[in-house]
């Protein structure tokens, strides 16, 4: 069993390797053409259009080759527009900034033709879980979360509300696994709604490479791509420190129910 430092130093090798290679940058300028909605939008896009997968304006999926389907019906969502005007106030010059939305409409890459996209470098993740699964499964049952496996629409493999997590019933008793570790990793994190998405991502799937590395199963042909999608090794970095707590309150978790059983 490898020692917790000698995985986090793993886990960030592994994902700058990622970044750095010619798949990912090229991946990475097609990500950057897309927008990052939120959550307002995101129920938005999902109550207008439940499977849609990657939405982009239309003069965006020009740009990438690609042209919307005759017939299509956009998806509407909100645009933030920021402002900034000089009023008077008391005889000087006050300077006021703001925002303001604006309805626009949006596609979903199911409703274009044209040049391939190229894919994340992820490989989603198959096998036998160990019977760690049921482990996490008691540890979010006694921090009081129900756990729901029910079909969703949703293309995710899974996520988290606080009292609740979803997991992907079609998923692979391994990836359920990493992906319910995942999702722990946001509740022992704190993490909730309005906050930056980025830094969150990258926490979560630390700790569930760091807890699966831990009992000795290598979610490494997921978790780097993954992390490399959302963040940098100066935000990894940065955030060690929240990493390192999440993912130890899930490992004593596991220590505890082990020397129960």
């Not at 190229?118 to 499964?137: C, I, K, Q």
């Not at 996520?159 to 998923?171: C, D, L, Q, S």
């Not at 906050?195 to 926490?203: K, S």
Request: hydrophobic share 40%.
């Amino acid at each position: 069993m490898d020692s917790r430092a000698a995985i986090i130093e793993r886990l960030e090798r592994g994902f700058q390797e990622v970044q750095d290679s010619e798949r990912f940058q090229d991946y990475l300028s097609t990500c950057a053409r897309f927008h990052n909605y939120s959550a307002h939008n995101t129920i938005l896009i999902w109550s207008q259009h439940p499977t849609a997968t990657r939405v982009a304006g239309f003069h965006t999926w020009r740009k990438l080759g690609r042209h919307v389907l005759k017939g299509e019906k956009g998806i509407g969502i909100l645009a933030p527009r920021p402002y900034r005007r000089t009023e008077e106030k008391d005889g000087e010059e006050e300077v006021i900034e703001g925002c303001y939305f604006k309805p626009v409409h949006v596609f979903d890459v199911s409703q274009t033709d044209g040049k391939e996209l190229p894919a994340a470098p992820v490989t989603e993740l198959d096998g036998s879980d160990d019977g760690l699964f049921a482990s996490l499964a008691a540890i979010a049952t006694g921090e009081g979360i129900a756990l729901d496996r029910t079909p969703n629409a949703s293309s995710a493999n899974g996520f988290y509300r606080p009292g609740t997590i979803w997991v992907k019933p079609e998923a692979s008793p391994l990836m359920a696994t990493k992906t319910l570790a995942h999702e722990l990793g946001h509740h022992f994190a704190g993490h909730v709604s309005g906050q930056c998405r980025g830094e969150q991502e990258t926490i979560a799937e630390a700790v569930a490479y760091i807890v699966l590395a831990y009992v000795g199963i290598d979610a490494g042909s997921y978790s780097f791509g993954y992390l490399a999608s959302w963040s940098d090794p100066k935000v990894f970095r940065a955030k060690l420190g929240e990493i390192h707590a999440a993912a130890n309150r899930i490992i004593d978790g596991l220590e505890t129910y082990a020397e129960a059983a």
